[in-house]
């Protein structure tokens, strides 16, 4: 997410909040109503399964052996490969106690095309694409996430908590040419637990409607590689069941991968977002 993005989701969260202190009083009642119907900030058990409509956008560079510098890829315009998905989405999260929960979430994006190659001759790590190869490309990604928050704020119609996230994120990149004439193959695979901070909140309009999300962010230099990831999403909840509700939200995740090394410049950068629909169960 941009900087200007980032703003303007700051911008909202302090509206949103701003709104719930003028409402608190109304909300509370709401939240306690006796009929079944228990705040969502008091769920013990959460599961959410959903359908992302994912919209992608992927740059990468490898460079070779001799420290030759690589071709800059697109792999939506220059290697064919989808711009938009359907993919699903799986979290569950547990609390204990009243402050604090721990919650998975799984993520996967596979994807693969051919396409001839209209860039003129390019470098792939140690090998040259030639203009006209039909270049069959399979690009797959994971991010599997532990969470660990602790709620500073918690109350029946608001609940704020700051998080830490352990985020196992694996990237494999496959690059392969197989003419009569030509046979062409190179892979780059990228592995790693990447920690992130961050905030989630939850926020309760009345029994029935709840809004839920979270924002988590890293930005680190080791050695001669930096990276950065963000994950941020913004559902709407309803419950037409004391454990069953549907959520229509939207999801944007970020990662940024780069090697500078002497002779290694190699560069990774994965933007997805898009709207998810969800059904969640909840005890």
Known sequence: MNSAAAWTVLGACRTVLGASVLCVSMLGAAARADDGYLSPTEDRVRLSLGIVEVGSATQLRVDNAAGTAGTNFDAESD??????????????????????????????????????????????????????????????????????????????????????????????????????????????????PVPTLGLAATWVVNRHFYLDGGARYVKLAIHHDEGSLGIYELDAVYRFHPNVAIALGFEDVHADLMTRRTGDNDFFRFDFRGPQLLLRVAF
């Open 79 to 192: 290697l064919g490969l989808d711009r938009h998905d359907l993919e699903p989405s799986f979290a569950i999260m547990v609390r204990g106690g009243e402050n604090n929960r721990l919650q998975f979430d799984y993520f996967t994006l596979d994807r693969s095309a051919t396409k001839t190659l209209t860039l003129g001759p390019s470098a792939y790590g140690d090998v040259t694409l030639l203009n006209g190869d039909p270049v069959q490309t399979q690009l797959d990604m994971r991010l599997l996430g532990i969470t660990y928050g602790y709620s500073f704020w918690h109350s029946d119609w608001l609940e704020l908590a700051a998080t830490l996230s352990v985020n196992d994120a694996q990237a494999s990149n496959q690059i392969r040419v197989d003419t009569a004439t030509r046979n062409v193959y190179a892979r780059q695979d990228l592995a790693g």
